[in-house]
């Protein structure tokens, strides 16, 4: 089975920047799309950014946009989110899903998340 590995989060201050790395497991990396998506204690789970199998046209979420950068490292197996200018209302829990196609309601596979935390 697939399995996605987040790893890079942590405390940063309001202003500061992370880089989130998601390495995925298997065969089907280099075909599947790939996606962050965050949960927030008390909140519904929201899609931050996603990148198809071929690296084009990226999604990002309005509040992601202009300060987060999605990319994928075929040969590694890994996609990666950078975060700058990260605020207070990013902090959540950052999840790595991957799918056939970028839907946020038809991702197959699921990482156990890795926690972003900004303080003010």
């Known amino acids: 089975q697939v399995q996605l590995v987040e790893s890079g989060g942590g405390l940063v201050q309001a202003g500061g920047s992370l880089r989130l790395s998601c390495t995925a497991s298997?065969?089907?990396?280099?075909?599947?799309?790939m996606a962050w998506f965050r949960q927030a204690p008390g909140k519904e789970r929201e899609l931050v950014a996603g990148?198809?199998?071929?690296?084009?046209?990226?999604y990002y979420a309005d509040s992601a946009k202009g300060r987060f950068t999605i990319s994928r490292d075929n040969a590694k197996n890994t996609v990666y989110l950078q975060m700058n200018s990260l605020k207070p209302e990013d902090t959540a829990v950052y999840l790595c899903?991957?799918?056939?196609?970028?839907?946020?309601?038809?991702?197959?596979?699921w990482g156990k998340g890795t926690l972003v935390t900004v303080s003010s």
């Open positions: 899903a991957q799918g056939a196609v970028l839907d946020p309601h038809g991702m197959e596979y």
């Open positions: 298997g065969r089907t990396f280099t075909t599947s799309a």
């Open positions: 990148i198809s199998w071929s690296g084009g046209t990226p």
